[in-house]
């Protein structure tokens, strides 16, 4: 080979050793847009070093806006310095930075797992929770963030919920601190008859054999329900057999249409166990026990009862269908209206609120998954009034989701004519 030859074979492997260099280098950008290549850049002390050619540099962190890493990390100079602050103990300054590193970058799941740990530190769980939910959203395998919800939970008294994000953290990755959290918001042992889940009165005579079927079933439907809205009651639910009031199917006596105030009263008189009906309103009532106690009470007529009829096992597709005639001829109920409760309703009209209820529960868990039901479980929980908390659950506005909600059953009308 001639020497010309190897003088251009020399040149073009070192053309290539460089252009690999730089694939391969750490991206710095600075606050003025510019991007600087190196070989390898890091965070010390008040500045960014970064090797280059050879030689290592310094730039003043103030003028560095990130720095990606070759691997794919995002290094970001507000994010390092928050940490610093939360490990010396100053959560403002803290929370103030990482407010700007997820104003910059909305995904950065790192800055929303840190700033979930800020606000935990300031002393604002509900904002560290609505965090962590938003970093569990981005990324539900990150056992890290299931964490921190849950910490956020324990804080704001819902240990149900908080039991859910443990489990969830521990079979992403066994941790034995977090194991620990949960052994802790674990539920609580329940003694013969459903324990400290439920107090049990008679109104009349004692009927055992009926008392020990109902605690039952309700301890059954209180595990289903528990396991399904990640929450569970702190008190102990009351349950009072009215032995002397005879059992009448339906939801528009004194003791339902949405009367519970979080104790169950059913009438059992000439009873010798509980009958399928009794069971099925046993856990309508318990529905109603475990909303009034997520919702602090602050929710309306319609969602307590659609979510009632949709935890009891009601057909939301056969409520569908009794309403699309509703839709077709532009008299479908305005939700907003049934917000009150239905016990002053005659029995058409209550039947139509009942069917518009579990129809609108339904549409919820459609446009946004069971998920979108517990967000507005929690808004109403935070004492938003329902106008507020629907747009927070569903992004729609009252307004829009019931125009979301009929066009749904307007095109359920071939099918519906179909079962007709």
Known sequence: MSTA???????????????????????????????????????????VRYEKDGGVYGIPRSLVRRVQTQGGTTLDPDLARARERLTAGD???????????????PRSLPGLQALADAFMALGDPRSARDVAQRAVALDPRAARSHELLGDALVALGDR???????????????????????????????????GARFRLRYDGSVNEPVG?????????????????????PDDAIEVILQTEAGFQDGRTPDWAAGLNDGTIRVPVRGMERPTPELLAV???????????ARTRGNCPTWLQEGIS?????GDPARADLALSPRALQRTLPSLLSLEAPFHTMAGPEASLAYAASLSGVAHIIRLRNEAGLLRLLAALSDGLPSEEALPVATALSYTEFQQSWLDYLLALKPSAMGHQ
């Open 309 to 313: 009829q949709w935890l009891e096992g």
């Open 212 to 232: 020990v079927a109902v605690l039952g079933a309700l301890d059954a439907a209180y595990a289903d329900y528990n396991r399904r809205l990640g929450f569970r």
């Open 160 to 194: 149900g919920a908080a039991e859910g994000a443990y489990r969830s953290s521990v079979s992403l990755r066994p941790d034995p601190q977090v194991e620990r959290k949960l052994a802790e918001v674990g539920p609580t042992p329940t003694g013969g008859g459903g």
């Open 91 to 105: 959560p403002v300054e803290a929370t103030r930075l990482l407010k700007l590193v997820v104003a910059r970058d």
């Open 282 to 292: 046993l856990r309508h009532e318990l529905a109603h026990s475990f909303v009034a």
């Open 5 to 47: 030859a190897r003088g251009r074979l020399l040149a073009v492997c070192a053309a290539a050793v460089l252009c690999v260099g730089r694939l391969a280098a750490d991206s710095i950008e600075l606050t003025n847009g510019r991007v600087i290549e190196a070989d390898r850049a890091w965070f010390e002390g008040t500045q």
